[in-house]
Structures are given as C-alpha cells and as structure tokens.
C-alpha cells in the first residue's frame, strides 16, 4: 500500500492502544494562517492529554501518510500550495507526487484503511444551501456511507442546508446519535434546531455502539457522533444568521463554486464577526478532540474493561 502510517501510530494500534485520526483541511484551508499552525500542534497536544496517539493525515509529496512529523505538520500548514484533497483526488495526488490536506472523506478512507477506529474533526461537509442549482453536496457523506470509522463532530457546517444534509445521511444509512443533546449541532451553534433520533452520553455509551456494530458486521456506514459547542462558546445565533447571509450573498456574487465554496464561507465568517466564528469554530474542535480520545480510550477498553484489540496484553 502507498499509504505510509507513521511508526508510532503503527505500533499505538498494533498493541491496541487508541489513535484518533485528525484531518488537515481544516488546518490548510480551515484556519487563518499562522494560527493554523499552533492549532494543528494544539489538537495533536489534546488526542495526548486524553490519553490517545494523534494520527494527523494528508498526502505529502505523492505520498498518503497518516500521522505526521513536525516537519510535514508544518508543510500542510505554511505552504499555500497545498491543494485540498477529497477521496476522489487521492489517486491522481499520489500519481503526481502532489501535496495536499485531507477533507473529511479522504481522511476517513486513509484512516480507516490504516485500522483507526475513531476520527475527530470540526464539521462535517453536506449538502449546501441552493443544492437544486448547484448540486454540491460535500462528497464526505457518501463516503462516511462507506466506512466504518467514528466521526466526532460538532455537527455539519452551518453553512449548509443541515435537514437536506440530515436527510442524505438517514438515505445513505450512516448512524447519527448526539453526544448529550436531543438535537443535532449547529457547528458555530450547540444546536441546529433539527431533532436526533438517538442521544448518547458517555464515550462509554458510545464505545458500546461501536462494539455493536462489530457484532453486526453487515453493510459498513461511520457512525456520526454530534459534540454541540458549549453554550457559553457558541456564536451569537444572531449574528452568525446575519453574517451568514451575506457570505451566502458574496459568495455568488464571486462565482465561487466547488472546492471554493466552504473555505470562502469559513473565512467569510470569520472576518465578518471579526473573529468571533473562528473562537466557536475552535472551540467546538478542541470539545470533538477530547470527546474522540475518550472514546476511542473507551473502545479500546472492551465491554469488560478489558483491552480488546490484539496484542494489548503486553500494556
Ligand atoms: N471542519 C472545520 N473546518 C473545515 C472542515 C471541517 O471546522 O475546514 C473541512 C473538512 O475537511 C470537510 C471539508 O471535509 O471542510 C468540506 O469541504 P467541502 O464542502 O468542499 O466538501
Ligand atoms: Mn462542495
């Protein structure tokens, strides 16, 4: 395989010990620069502090690496020409010896490719707003329809039409639970307003979900795990509603289109509010992070508190 998982996170999940896969868009095209930078470190950082190993994941000059050095970290993060990278741009990436971040599909292919269980990232890609013009919808649901990895995310970007979204995930049957609330996040928001069908409310509970789904084998779909911001860190509902439309607005006006379209919208925001969508956009990551530690910790545990994948004995 051309993909190359870094030694640490091989021998974290050889000996069965948890690995949360991290994205990088959201450190390449997500974030201002240099902020980006401390950040990718800082999420690295929490994934340690909740007592897992970070498996960050890009394509770094052709090649697909899940777990990334410092030097690569910082590659994905300073240099503007990194391109953003879906799962249908893997192959001609790794073909072309091209560098780019990965979105949440590209991540969640590579990462589950590579045995990790659990994935953390901000807000997951859906169905934009004007979907019967455009047809965009983020290619990260139907591959999340492929895979059986865990998603912790505080939601679908709020830039998206979130019930059209919530309805492609029930048709593609991915599982959605929210992590201690009724209703599914809002991303910049703790809730979207759309009710769950299932809340969950430890990383316990939610490990006993994912054993579940070993047991019944059957069609492979992730399991989407929605982590609301806290209240006290959300976006003014207000404002973020206000600001929100006029990016929807500038963004049409620019023409901006495909891969353009959520990096345009996030940046927007942030300068909008200045800075205000940026701070509950990080603080909803941090919150997916440590919840995606917990439970991959959880997991790896097994139902009796016993470790559960192979070779964790020798712990
Ligand atoms: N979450 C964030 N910021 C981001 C993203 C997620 O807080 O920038 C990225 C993810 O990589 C996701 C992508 O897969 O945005 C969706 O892009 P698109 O809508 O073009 O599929
Ligand atoms: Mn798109």
């Not at 690995?19 to 240099?34: D, K, N, Q, W, Y």
Request: aromatic share 4%; glycine share 12%; net charge negative.
């Amino acid at each position: 395989m051309s993909t190359q998982v870094s030694e640490e996170v091989r021998e974290a999940l050889h000996e069965g010990r948890p690995v949360v896969a991290l994205e990088s868009t959201i450190i390449a095209h997500g974030l201002p620069r240099p902020r980006n930078l401390a950040v990718a470190l800082e999420l690295e950082e929490l994934v340690r502090a909740g007592g897992a190993v970070p498996a960050t994941v890009a394509v770094v000059d052709g090649t697909a690496r899940v777990g990334l050095d410092r030097a690569a970290l910082t590659r994905i993060a300073e240099d503007p020409a990194v391109r953003k990278l879906g799962h249908r741009d893997l192959a001609p990436a790794l073909a072309t010896g091209a560098t780019g971040a990965t979105t949440v599909s590209a991540t969640a292919w590579l990462a589950d490719a590579a045995g990790i269980r659990v994935f953390a990232t901000g807000g997951l890609g859906g169905v934009h707003r004007g979907w019967t013009e455009t047809q965009d919808e983020s290619a990260d649901l139907r591959l999340l329809a492929r895979v059986g990895i865990t998603v912790v995310c505080a939601g679908v970007k709020s830039i998206l039409d979130v019930p059209a979204t919530l309805q492609r995930l029930e048709t593609l049957g991915v599982t959605v639970v929210g992590y201690g609330t009724e209703h599914f996040p809002g991303f910049y928001l703790s809730s979207s307003g759309e009710p769950v069908d299932w809340t969950l409310r430890t990383p316990e509970e939610v490990a006993a979900v994912i054993r579940a789904q070993d047991r019944l084998g059957g069609p492979r779909a992730a399991l989407v795990v929605g982590n609301p911001v806290p209240v006290a860190e959300q976006l003014d509902p207000a404002l973020h509603d206000r600001v929100l439309a006029g990016g929807l607005a500038a963004a049409q006006e620019k023409g901006i289109s495909g891969q353009g379209v959520t990096p345009f919208l996030l940046e927007y925001l942030t300068v909008h509010t200045e800075g205000a969508s940026l701070e509950a956009n990080l603080a909803a990551v941090r919150g997916n992070v440590r919840l995606a530690a917990s439970i991959a910790g959880a997991y790896g545990a097994g139902a009796d508190g016993v470790a559960a994948a192979p070779g964790a004995d020798g712990r």
